[in-house]
DNA sequence: TGGAATTGTAGCGGTTTGTATCAGGCAACC
DNA sequence: GGTTGCCTGATACAAACCGCTACAATTCCA
């Protein structure tokens, strides 16, 4: 693993978020809390993890009924925990699709040693392009080919892209009309945080515009937000 | 999974490999039983398992020990028992390379709901299972041929393969659609770590690639991901 | 044991990508 | 309306990465 793993923990009570954050972080793991499934929904969306931490007893949506539609879609292992420590809980956590669970009060050594556990299981590499994978999508004037790494063009052809330029081209198209901040960016196409001075991102959306726009001058398709990042103001369909 | 899991149960208490495996049997499971460390490696030999449940308490070979074994040649998940329960003894049993523990006494449905959850995970991320050996698999113009190690052109005829392009080749096959990492493609090959200027899995890359592009200048069967390693981009699907 | 095939190592060169820098544009404020 | 300051677009450059060839080491087999 190039970069350390990021882990998103999930808990209504703001003390055990920060605790266990910080305990995740000074063993150099990235950690970030969310306080509901609502928030969890959230910071997924917009980051890159590669594990959840979730908590059972939650308001809003459940903790199992969350951690089941994660186990659902397959693309992240979760460890739960739970306040209870009673076996059909326990139980009921595992049969959902937990990759783990943990019993409060936990020792964070022990949670730590179990993230690693289920991380190293689960280290083989992520699909290429995410949900993409294999698919072909159209916006535009474009046909995005995922598994040549290609774009198709209605009237000039094939457009080769760079390994950055279709990553990046990915992540709009899988959150588009949805605001992305460059730190944003830079997570979820690099897996790494931008320094102060960091115009990455600039960079490559000036590179994808100039194959993807037809006016390079008047940008439609991916369109800047000032003081907010870029997004990608289009309509995303299927190809078959 | 289209046969019912082998589970191997190993504990030198008679009853409790009785009692335990007919459980799983009950319930959907093949289960054998082992006395300890020796006869586990005989039964391990001797078949097929897809999981072991292992107690670390036994006369002979102790159970991390073995357990250490089995994780470091990968080839099966474990499951450790402890009759400690005692915290530092979980985590040793984690952090040796075990996949999942429970402290004696345990529920045997939480037993049957760990290995529920071991397997899930231990074969989500291997579409074919591992269990590419002795078949035929199809992807885009060729058919591989595990048996005689040979991949066949729909027409140009057979392509013989050397040891190496084949090994890189199953691995790759067996999980279409990820990015795979140098350092796991050296693994899972040759089951041996990068040194730092180690560039053996380029150019095995290279070699294969030649033989099954047809294109070499533009590969679309392994495509290169840009510091992340290589990836087959394409459907794999098996063939009669 | 000798020779052929296979596999690992070294190095060159092209491509891609991150950083630095400058120029233009938008907004706020006087 | 002009000016100032920040933000973004574009260019240039340097470093990193990867493909390929050539060669050395190893293995395999007769």
Redesign the interface.
């Given at each position: 693993m190039?970069q350390p793993p990021h882990i998103l923990v999930v808990d209504d009570h703001a003390q055990i978020r920060e605790s266990v954050t910080r305990y995740l972080a000074k063993n150099g793991m990235r950690a970030t809390a969310a306080k509901d499934a609502t928030d969890m929904d959230a910071k997924l969306a917009a980051g890159h993890f590669d594990l959840v931490v979730l908590d059972v007893m939650m308001p809003g949506e459940d903790g199992l009924s969350a951690c089941r539609r994660l186990a659902a879609e397959?693309a992240v292992?979760v460890i739960m925990l739970t306040a209870l420590g009673e076996?059909p809980d326990?139980?009921a956590g595992?049969?959902i699709?937990?990759?783990?669970y943990l019993a409060k009060p936990f020792?964070p050594?022990?949670l730590l040693?179990?993230i690693?556990?289920?991380l190293?299981?689960?280290?083989?590499?992520?699909?290429?392009a995410g949900k993409l994978?294999?698919r072909r999508v159209r916006f535009e004037h474009l046909v995005l080919d995922?598994?040549?790494?290609i774009l198709v063009d209605d009237e000039q052809g094939e457009i080769?892209l760079?390994?950055?330029e279709f990553r990046l081209l990915v992540v709009m198209l899988e959150r588009a009309r949805m605001v992305l901040s460059r730190d944003q960016l830079l997570d979820l196409t690099?897996g790494r945080t931008a320094g102060p001075l960091d115009r990455t991102i600039d960079n490559q959306i000036s590179r994808l515009r100039r194959k993807i726009e037809p006016d390079v001058l008047r940008p439609r398709i991916i369109r800047t937000v000032r003081n907010g990042g870029y997004c990608l103001a289009t309509d995303v369909e299927e190809q078959a």
């Open positions: 190039g397959g292992p076996e326990r139980i595992l049969e699709g937990a990759d783990d020792n050594r022990e040693a179990r690693r556990s289920v190293r299981r689960s280290s083989r590499g992520e699909p290429l994978a294999g995922t598994d040549r790494q080769p760079t390994d950055s690099a």
